[in-house]
């Protein structure tokens, strides 16, 4: 009995398998071409999409049935049983028919189905002996066969757009009355080589006028790689206004913010993979993606000639940076990336370190941080009191209708300070922003203190300011931290000035009980505290003093001691040999975040139980949520309901789990903290004050 049925049996709703292979080939054809890839890898993907789908010819499947048997396998089966090799280099063939097995999945070494299990041997020697850059052709192909299979299955046109760059439209990003003398200094960007570096004082506009750089560069796609979800959101208006549908972003939380837009969930898998020309991110999804996490193959090849703008670089940890100066230096041959590093105060070391690691030529950096000469927006004095012995000082300063920011170093205590601040003032003029609220409380924190920008309020806030926001304070309040923390918490103060006379930072002895869970160690806060007193008062003469003391104190060789310290933590010999440039790293996407981000301190998401939250309307929130069932859901609803998850999510120090084995696992653990709550003033936090 013949169990193959004819390729004009219907293989998806309303088409036959045949027309589908035809629609494959035709997007294919146009992808492979806008990425320019040699002969050789068309004729392999056509070979892939005429089989890729055979095993829904077998008889058992059909569309009409509730449930059908894997078609993958099948498909492995039919090109197995009618000798289906790929003849313009058949030692390839099970390579092919690996990627045909693994056409829905990502591409690791288990395989369900024993009688294939030696496929995967097979394909695991032959990969070993496959060049370097014959392996990305071919799984960059393979990303792109997907994206092809994609649009065909879901009936969804896509072209690929080159971004276009033009003088009339950066203007228009800037928005504002072009300042002439500065714009002359902006067009040396585009003389910029292929890869290079700017740092550029506060206000000289580098991020607005970035893409200068490609204005004399052929490039595919432009990736903006910022350090936080605030600032992704906040250039992604602007450059909305200027390239309406050209321009993405997309972070790990992305699906929370849009969980009520259908439409948007609807085309997820386009905007998750980068199809747009502009593409805002952060530097955790082109690791991610260079790491070979999941379906990597979908998301890396977008990167081929492209552009990419590293904003504020020196935010990126030390780890963060070896690995991306790794997959560039190791990628460049092959993808020809052009590559603009941007801070407003990059350090020696790093310049240095990036100088070296990418053979950078001279003219490779641009500096434009003369400007701080000018600039002195800050006159600090220290105290070597504990912070609470200012709170007298902070609240007439707020009731002289002034907006204060308070910086504290640990969690602990800034929810102390909080709690005795609402006392004094109320609630409805204090925010309290650290790292343990749920995303979607943060969210809430943040676009309320972006309605008081301009109305007087005490910000309670730790670490978390020090990159993500774009505010300024009138005064500001903080324990003494090393001087490149103090260095962006002044940043938060009189953003916007030039000159001022008098003291508007206060900063004051830190209260360490525990030093092993300290964020800083004793050193730095010494060397930080010896420069301060250096410079306290009118001795600082201008912000330039600042930096030439950071570069003082953060040699390259203290730079290089961090970075192999740090770098330990990700054998880059292992990964090569495991997975080849080819496999898929089986981790989810959370738990590598977690060892990328190990500045916060080992953190790991959990979702509150019930039990724990304070709020009862909160509480029944989330009830209500972790009581819906994924099944019976479709597609849209099923990333609606994770996306409601997620945004529930709190990061916490991973030692708050040692001993917890009760937790429920739903996405991600749903942990039940016999010692702690959560409320949306306060965040997560022991029922008792804690000792650090």
Same mark, same amino acid.
């Given at each position: 009995?013949?169990?193959?049925?004819?390729?004009?049996?219907?293989?998806?709703?309303?088409?036959?398998?045949?027309?589908?292979?035809?629609?494959?080939?035709?997007?294919?054809?146009?992808?492979?071409?806008?990425?320019?890839?040699?002969?050789?890898?068309?004729?392999?993907?056509?070979?892939?999409?005429?089989?890729?789908?055979?095993?829904?010819?077998?008889?058992?499947?059909?569309?009409?049935?509730?449930?059908?048997?894997?078609?993958?396998?099948?498909?492995?089966?039919?090109?197995?049983?009618?000798?289906?090799?790929?003849?313009?280099?058949?030692?390839?063939?099970?390579?092919?028919?690996?990627?045909?097995?693994?056409?829905?999945?990502?591409?690791?070494?288990?395989?369900?189905?024993?009688?294939?299990?030696?496929?995967?041997?097979?394909?695991?020697?032959?990969?070993?002996?496959?060049?370097?850059?014959?392996?990305?052709?071919?799984?960059?192909?393979?990303?792109?066969?997907?994206?092809?299979?994609?649009?065909?299955?879901?009936?969804?046109?896509?072209?690929?757009?080159?971004?276009?760059?033009?003088?009339?439209?950066?203007?228009?990003?800037?928005?504002?009355?072009?300042? *002439?003398?500065?714009?002359?200094?902006?067009?040396?960007?585009?003389?910029?080589?292929?890869?290079?570096?700017?740092?550029?004082?506060?206000?000289?506009?580098?991020?607005?006028?970035?893409?200068? @750089?490609?204005?004399?560069?052929?490039?595919?796609?432009?990736?903006?790689?910022?350090?936080?979800?605030?600032?992704?959101?906040?250039?992604?208006?602007?450059?909305?206004?200027?390239?309406?549908?050209?321009?993405?972003?997309?972070?790990?939380?992305?699906?929370?913010?849009?969980?009520?837009?259908?439409?948007?969930?609807?085309?997820?898998?386009?905007?998750?993979?980068?199809?747009?020309?502009?593409?805002?991110?952060?530097?955790?999804?082109?690791?991610?993606?260079?790491?070979?996490?999941?379906?990597?193959?979908?998301?890396?090849?977008?990167?081929?000639?492209?552009?990419?703008?590293?904003?504020?670089?020196?935010?990126?940890?030390?780890?963060?940076?070896?690995?991306?100066?790794?997959?560039?230096?190791?990628?460049?041959?092959?993808?020809?990336?052009?590559? %603009?590093?941007?801070?407003?105060?990059?350090?020696?070391?790093?310049?240095?370190?990036?100088?070296?690691?990418?053979?950078?030529?001279?003219?490779?950096?641009?500096?434009?941080?003369?400007?701080?000469?000018?600039?002195?927006?800050?006159? @600090?004095?220290?105290?070597?009191?504990?912070?609470?012995?200012?709170?007298?000082?902070?609240?007439?300063?707020?009731?002289?209708?002034?907006?204060? %920011?308070?910086?504290?170093?640990?969690?602990?205590?800034?929810?102390?300070?909080?709690?005795?601040?609402?006392?004094?003032?109320?609630?409805?003029?204090?925010?309290?922003?650290?790292?343990?609220?749920?995303?979607?409380?943060?969210?809430?924190?943040?676009?309320?203190?972006?309605?008081?920008?301009?109305?007087?309020?005490?910000?309670?806030?730790?670490?978390? =300011?020090?990159?993500?926001?774009?505010?300024?304070?009138?005064?500001?309040?903080?324990?003494?931290?090393?001087?490149?923390?103090?260095?962006?918490?002044?940043?938060?103060?009189?953003?916007?000035?030039?000159?001022?006379?008098?003291?508007?930072?206060?900063?004051?002895?830190?209260?360490?009980?525990?030093?092993?869970?300290?964020?800083?160690?004793?050193?730095?806060?010494?060397?930080?505290?010896?420069?301060?007193?250096?410079?306290?008062?009118?001795?600082?003469?201008?912000?330039?003093?600042?930096?030439?003391?950071?570069?003082?104190?953060?040699?390259?060789?203290?730079?290089?001691?961090?970075?192999?310290?740090?770098?330990?933590?990700?054998?880059?010999?292992?990964?090569?040999?495991?997975?080849?440039?080819?496999?898929?790293?089986?981790?989810? &996407?959370?738990?590598?975040? &977690?060892?990328?981000?190990?500045?916060?301190?080992?953190?790991?998401?959990?979702?509150?139980?019930?039990? =724990?939250?304070?709020?009862?309307?909160?509480?029944?929130?989330?009830?209500?949520?972790?009581?819906?069932?994924?099944?019976?859901?479709?597609?849209?609803?099923?990333?609606?309901?994770?996306?409601?998850?997620?945004?529930?999510?709190?990061? *916490?120090?991973?030692?708050?789990?040692?001993?917890?084995?009760?937790?429920?696992?739903?996405?991600?653990?749903?942990?039940?903290?016999?010692?702690?709550?959560?409320?949306?003033?306060?965040?997560?936090?022991?029922?008792?004050?804690?000792?650090?």
């Amino acid at each position: 009995m013949e169990i193959w049925e004819s390729f004009e049996k219907e293989s998806h709703p309303g088409k036959t398998l045949l027309r589908h292979i035809n629609e494959v080939k035709e997007y294919l054809t146009n992808f492979l071409n806008f990425y320019n890839f040699p002969n050789n890898f068309s004729e392999m993907m056509n070979y892939l999409t005429e089989y890729h789908d055979v095993g829904k010819l077998d008889v058992n499947w059909s569309l009409k049935n509730k449930t059908n048997p894997d078609h993958s396998p099948l498909s492995v089966k039919y090109v197995m049983n009618y000798k289906k090799v790929f003849k313009k280099e058949k030692n390839v063939t099970p390579i092919l028919w690996y990627l045909i097995l693994k056409h829905h999945s990502s591409l690791t070494k288990i395989i369900k189905d024993p009688n294939l299990q030696v496929l995967v041997k097979d394909v695991k020697h032959r990969v070993e002996s496959l060049n370097f850059i014959y392996k990305i052709n071919l799984v960059d192909a393979f990303g792109l066969f997907k994206i092809a299979d994609v649009c065909s299955a879901e009936n969804k046109s896509l072209e690929l757009e080159k971004p276009r760059i033009c003088e009339e439209n950066i203007k228009k990003i800037i928005s504002q009355n072009v300042d *002439i003398s500065r714009w002359i200094e902006q067009q040396k960007l585009a003389e910029l080589p292929e890869i290079a570096m700017v740092r550029a004082y506060t206000g000289w506009g580098k991020t607005d006028a970035s893409l200068l @750089f490609f204005k004399n560069k052929d490039v595919n796609k432009i990736f903006y790689l910022f350090p936080t979800i605030t600032a992704i959101n906040k250039f992604y208006k602007k450059l909305r206004n200027v390239f309406n549908d050209n321009v993405i972003k997309y972070f790990y939380f992305f699906d929370t913010e849009v969980k009520d837009d259908l439409d948007l969930l609807q085309n997820i898998f386009f905007i998750e993979n980068f199809i747009k020309p502009i593409v805002i991110t952060t530097v955790d999804q082109f690791l991610l993606s260079f790491l070979q996490v999941g379906k990597y193959y979908k998301k890396r090849v977008m990167f081929r000639n492209s552009g990419i703008i590293v904003d504020e670089a020196h935010l990126l940890n030390p780890l963060m940076l070896r690995l991306f100066t790794f997959f560039i230096k190791k990628f460049q041959e092959i993808y020809r990336f052009k590559v %603009l590093f941007m801070s407003a105060t990059l350090p020696k070391s790093i310049k240095k370190y990036l100088t070296n690691e990418l053979n950078l030529l001279k003219n490779s950096f641009l500096d434009f941080s003369n400007g701080y000469k000018l600039k002195r927006r800050v006159q @600090f004095e220290y105290n070597d009191n504990n912070i609470e012995t200012g709170i007298d000082n902070i609240i007439e300063e707020f009731k002289n209708n002034k907006k204060v %920011l308070i910086v504290i170093n640990t969690v602990e205590k800034s929810v102390t300070l909080a709690e005795e601040l609402i006392k004094e003032v109320g609630k409805d003029n204090v925010i309290l922003l650290h790292a343990r609220f749920m995303y979607k409380d943060r969210r809430s924190k943040e676009e309320r203190m972006d309605r008081l920008r301009k109305t007087p309020h005490i910000l309670i806030a730790t670490q978390v =300011c020090e990159v993500s926001l774009d505010v300024s304070y009138d005064f500001l309040f903080t324990e003494l931290a090393p001087i490149s923390s103090l260095i962006q918490r002044f940043g938060r103060v009189n953003r916007y000035g030039d000159k001022i006379e008098r003291t508007n930072v206060k900063i004051f002895k830190p209260d360490i009980k525990d030093s092993k869970r300290y964020p800083y160690t004793q050193g730095s806060l010494e060397v930080s505290r010896n420069i301060i007193k250096e410079l306290e008062k009118e001795k600082l003469k201008s912000e330039m003093d600042l930096l030439d003391n950071f570069d003082r104190v953060y040699t390259y060789e203290e730079f290089i001691k961090e970075l192999s310290e740090e770098t330990k933590k990700i054998d880059l010999e292992a990964f090569e040999e495991f997975l080849q440039f080819f496999f898929s790293l089986d981790f989810k &996407e959370e738990k590598l975040l &977690e060892i990328l981000n190990y500045r916060d301190g080992f953190t790991t998401l959990v979702v509150p139980a019930p039990e =724990c939250i304070q709020d009862i309307k909160l509480k029944n929130y989330v009830e209500t949520i972790l009581k819906e069932e994924f099944k019976n859901k479709n597609f849209v609803e099923k990333k609606q309901l994770f996306a409601k998850i997620k945004e529930l999510s709190v990061p *916490i120090p991973l030692w708050w789990l040692k001993g917890m084995i009760d937790g429920i696992e739903k996405v991600l653990p749903v942990v039940d903290f016999k010692d702690k709550v959560y409320d949306s003033l306060l965040g997560f936090r022991k029922i008792e004050s804690e000792i650090i």
